[in-house]
């Protein structure tokens, strides 16, 4: 059976919601089955309007499907994107995340392979600590983290983040570094260790 992977991310003007779309070719690349999802948007529809980019973001993705509890339960693998606030994840995806507790209870969350992305408007912005304050509550899940590490050469040219692809964004919405290949690499090492799981649960007595 393919792989069942799951890239949830939240995007206010679609640096996060673009990562999301490169997983998802990494991931049908790898033969995985992929879902592309964005958590809920909380911000109020005033602050949205006032910001040009916010709203045709958020006009643009209108069809995109929102992510559910059911979506993890579905998933074998989920790769989560999120720019960075404060260095942590954005509010709305930790919302999401919140909303997990009857799963969690109830053990759908156990073995599911997980791994992370963000961005930030400066190189030190946070990015690094929001992917791993997202893995704190996944080592809550008794999920299994697939972190890229250094496994190819194309992590560097994307600024060498280890935890997980980052991207530094300027005032007006640009990605300085060419993440694209890194975050490609990273969807198919996620399919892959998800793969690797399935069979050694299959092999098990």
């Known amino acids: 059976m393919p792989v069942k992977l799951a890239i949830i991310y939240y995007s206010s003007t679609g640096t996060n ?18 879902k592309i999802l964005k958590v809920p948007e909380l911000a109020p529809e005033a602050a949205i309007r006032a910001t040009p980019a916010w709203k045709a973001h958020v006009e643009a993705t209108r069809d995109v499907p929102v992510a559910t509890t059911d979506d993890i339960v579905w998933a074998d693998a989920i790769i989560f994107s999120t720019p960075t606030r404060f260095g942590n994840v954005a509010s709305q ?25 963000s961005s930030a408007q400066n190189p030190h912005g ?13 080592y809550h899940w008794g999920a299994i983290v697939a972190a890229p590490g250094y496994t190819d050469p194309v992590l560097f040219a994307a600024g060498g983040n280890p935890y997980g692809t980052s991207v530094t964004v300027d005032q007006d919405g640009n990605m300085k570094e060419d993440v694209r290949p890194a975050v490609i690499h990273q969807a198919k090492r996620t399919v892959k260790v998800a793969e690797w799981l399935q069979r050694g649960m299959q092999v098990q007595p």
């Open 93 to 117: 995806m930790k919302q999401f995340l919140d909303t997990t507790g009857g799963i969690w209870f109830n053990g759908k969350t156990v073995n599911k392979v997980v791994s992370a992305m």
């Open 17 to 34: 919601y673009q990562l999301a779309q490169w997983a998802a070719e990494g991931g049908r690349e790898a033969g995985a089955e992929t």
């Open 126 to 138: 946070g990015q690094e600590e929001t992917i791993l304050s997202l893995y704190t509550s996944m």
